[in-house]
């Protein structure tokens, strides 16, 4: 550790750079930074200086739930849930950090973004960054052929916030994955299927699905002359289609990844094509593109993948795209990606939501994609015996912002608890009377609250119940208590009525179903 | 990164290393880590060396959960909520890692189990010990002053196995906590209330839960001569009665602490008595301890912690026992730790489960504990304000394993999925008009299964059916489709019956309520 007049001198230098910074009027991020910095000095000198100068924040690129976000949170998730269960998923759950060597070599360029546990001895281990890799780690470690499973959790991106604001570093994904060796397009059609149903449930507008192949994209390459070493990087360009233009695609590919104009042009001409069944029977006739066995193959499959969709009903919303294209590695053939249609107002930022989320309105762009990796579990087992395997990873932090902004804007207060009646009192001294009552309620499974003070007033129990939302309360005082009886009120239409005691469990359960 | 010979040098003392061990019959632990150690160098090697080398498992004290032991998590996660929203208890998130100092100076000597991130630039990071001092953190940085909330999600503490076997380095944690200033041992009475209730209805055998106080503690280190400095060290000590005999504690206190041996035994004498709210009274008269202001203090809160336990209808399981200490620095007042009766037998490790959790027949121990923070809230607030708190962790891997074992033990078969209904077939391409009625299912709520076969054997389907335990086959056939039929027949009876297709969704809901 430094000594205590090096971190003085430190701080003086670090608050000057704080100064002029906000001088500056520098964005608030790069302040944050440096303010926390400062303070992490401050802290280190312990005693009274460093007393109290936490920086009371979370980690960069993560926030709290509060109870309201959870709530919708629950709800999002219960819709999602529900559809995976429909489909005969079953669920398994994985560490958040696996084997360092276990990530290596299978997301191509965003390796860079994997967080690493610091060295403390032992296993060198790294942060989740999708939940896909370790799918296939695990079927590969337990020799699981055939599994349809689901699995919800959180993942982890040193994403840099600065290109990506909006975007946060720790978040969901809800993955449905089918592995198994089947019949041509099924399985990839029900995890179309499955995106349908859940992006209609949550009610968040009209939305696309865009569906291509991996093997139609390197027969593209391939016929247009690319050569075979640069489909990747050219891969990533064409991948951007969605948020540029294409001239400037065409200016990336030309100028930077040292593509001829001719040959960019022809590209050009074959992602800007987008269609049904039709599009891919055209392209089969195509006469460059059917020299592409490759080619071949993806359209042939792109064709039957639409005979299917149009027996699971949801052709309406799927649209094969030329230009989509996926950046992970582990892809080896259909692709997609489900977009919505609507553009999103700014979120109002909450005191918990310093860091990112606070940009102005934007397209929400992609909130689920997958497709087909036939390859990955194979790079796990011992032997290389491969596993076909086909999902789809729902984005649920995009959706979150979208369903925070709807109860914003609803009439209708989101609850946070499930609560059904308050057990109070208008008189003194009567605590033990509710927390027997309580504990009567408890025990026959009603949700139930009683304020913890001995003599709370009638109006503050009110209150509590106006505030968060419990439709009923049961009111005892000596009377009551006399005859045997409860007074139960309706708080919003603050009707009173005695109920026996012994009927009052039957009165609740009917009045709150 | 070192050069090729240096990293085949090292693989060959590596495996001398490791026939060693095996040769000596060490533990399978140790040999594991060094087996892993082994391949980490073999994959450095890259190329056709290292290629396939992968060390497949999952970092050392983590497991996956597989389909069944998710259903069984799901079931115990279900009770758990259901008691705290039956308890009015909102729910909130943090994230898995905080900013390092935001755990520095909670926990004493188990910081050094907290895992650190890699310094990758930017903030310097620590994944959660525990889900309080986040709390904490939350209620601070938002300015809260009133809570009930509950937490559950996943803790990481880098335990060394050796000493804790059958631990794991991640786990769950099931937290409530009642923050706010209220009426003393009302909340307290609740949270004691809840871990009844919980255990009670996971139907885990007999079990009690011991409470005692820090203040009673404190005061009784005093009033027997333990000097100040010593209380927290000493407080370690007593907290290993239940796994250590008194003449070991008492030992360790005097040949490791430094304490005389009459301080010993005259702490020895108290931390003997256990009892109810008969001991509260009696210990107020002891004329030792009511010397201690902050022993009274205690006791008299004690006394009023089982009055209103009384109220609940808890106290056959509570018991005031002055033993009782628990190693976190940051409790103030009343603490709890609720211990199963029964003795479990080893569980039969799983394939998945290399690491951990063999270890013979043991007390299954402390499930849940907890108690009173007064002063963490404090630690993150800017000016020092208290919010006091007071809470429990249901500590769910312990329950999880004795579930499990249940679960085998049971003839009743664990089912992973929810399926209802699969959609089959005997004869040959009938696949669209399959695909054609689980789209009708699907859309009208029902969960419902295809094979992704083209032309499935009847056999097959039914088989699927047994294995996975879904109750319900709706067969297709030419005649059914010429009749407008579907052939329903049920798994277990093999009974089978035309439905018209109309009535299909109501008959299989009818059928599996």
């Known amino acids: 550790m430094a000594d205590k007049a090096q971190i003085q001198d430190a701080i003086k230098t670090q608050g000057e750079v704080v100064r002029k910074l906000k001088s500056e009027k520098a964005s608030k991020e790069q302040i944050d930074e440096e303010v926390a910095k400062l303070l992490q000095l401050k802290a280190q000198l312990g005693g009274d200086e460093g007393k109290h100068a936490f920086v009371?924040?979370?980690?960069k690129g993560t926030r709290d739930y509060n109870p309201k976000q959870m709530a919708i949170r629950e709800k999002v998730f219960n819709i999602i849930i529900s559809c995976f269960k429909r489909h005969g998923a079953e669920?398994?759950?994985?560490?958040?950090?696996?084997?360092?060597?276990?990530?290596?070599?299978?997301?191509?360029?965003?390796?860079?973004?994997?967080?690493?546990?610091?060295?403390?001895?032992?296993?060198?281990?790294?942060?989740?960054?999708?939940?896909t890799v370790p799918f296939a780690r695990y079927l590969a470690m337990n020799k699981i052929t055939n599994i349809k499973r689901y699995h919800i959790a959180k993942v982890y991106r040193r994403d840099n916030p600065a290109m990506t604001r909006g975007r946060y570093r720790e978040f969901y994904q809800c993955d449905f994955d089918i592995a198994g060796q089947y019949d041509a397009m099924i399985p990839d059609a029900e995890c179309l299927k499955i995106v349908y149903e859940i992006l209609s449930e949550l009610e968040l507008g009209d939305f696309r699905i865009k569906v291509n192949d991996r093997r139609i994209l390197d027969g593209m390459f391939a016929v247009?002359?690319?050569?075979?070493?640069?489909?990747?990087?050219?891969?990533?360009?064409?991948?951007?289609?969605?948020?540029?233009?294409?001239?400037?695609?065409?200016?990336?590919?030309?100028?930077?990844?040292?593509?001829?104009?001719?040959?960019?042009?022809?590209?050009?001409e074959y992602v800007?094509?987008?269609?049904?069944?039709?599009?891919?029977?055209?392209?089969?006739?195509?006469?460059?593109?059917?020299?592409?066995?490759?080619?071949?193959?993806?359209?042939?499959?792109?064709?039957?993948l639409f005979s299917y969709l149009e027996l699971f009903q949801v052709t309406d919303k799927v649209v094969f795209d030329l230009s989509l294209a996926r950046g992970l590695d582990y892809y080896t053939g259909v692709i997609y990606e489900a977009v919505l249609s609507q553009t999103v107002p700014a979120p109002v930022p909450t005191p918990t939501e310093q860091n990112g989320a606070d940009e102005a309105g934007v397209s929400v762009g992609s909130v689920a994609g997958g497709g087909r990796y036939d390859g990955l579990v194979g790079m796990f087992d011992p032997k290389g015996r491969k596993v076909p395997c086909v999902g789809v990873s729902i984005g649920i932090e995009r959706i979150f912002s979208i369903m925070e902004q709807k109860a914003e804007l609803s009439s209708e207060k989101v609850r946070t608890t499930e609560t059904q009646v308050l057990v109070a009192s208008a008189q003194k001294n009567l605590l033990e009377e509710r927390l027997k009552l309580t504990t009567e309620l408890w025990n026959a499974g009603i949700k139930a609250e009683v304020l913890y003070k001995k003599n709370p007033k009638l109006l503050s129990q009110l209150q509590h119940c106006e505030e968060t939302g419990i439709p009923l309360v049961a009111i005892l005082g000596e009377q009551e208590l006399k005859d045997g009886v409860v007074k139960l009120r309706n708080v919003a239409s603050r009707e009173?009525?005695?109920?026996?005691?012994?009927?009052?469990?039957?009165?609740?359960?009917?009045?709150t179903l």
């Open 56 to 59: 009371l924040k979370t980690a």
């Open 224 to 268: 247009c002359g690319v050569p075979d070493e640069k489909f990747r990087t050219i891969c990533s360009t064409v991948d951007k289609l969605d948020k540029m233009a294409w001239e400037d695609v065409k200016k990336e590919m030309v100028n930077e990844k040292g593509l001829s104009e001719e040959i960019a042009d022809r590209i050009g």
């Open 91 to 131: 669920t398994i759950d994985t560490p958040v950090f696996e084997l360092k060597e276990t990530l290596t070599g299978k997301y191509g360029e965003d390796s860079k973004l994997i967080y690493d546990l610091k060295d403390q001895g032992g296993e060198l281990l790294s942060l989740r960054y999708d939940l």
């Open 272 to 304: 800007s094509m987008q269609g049904g069944k039709d599009l891919a029977e055209r392209l089969l006739q195509d006469p460059k593109l059917s020299q592409s066995k490759q080619a071949c193959a993806g359209l042939t499959d792109m064709k039957q």
């Open 496 to 511: 009173e009525v005695d109920v026996p005691r012994a009927d009052l469990v039957d009165e609740v359960k009917k009045r």
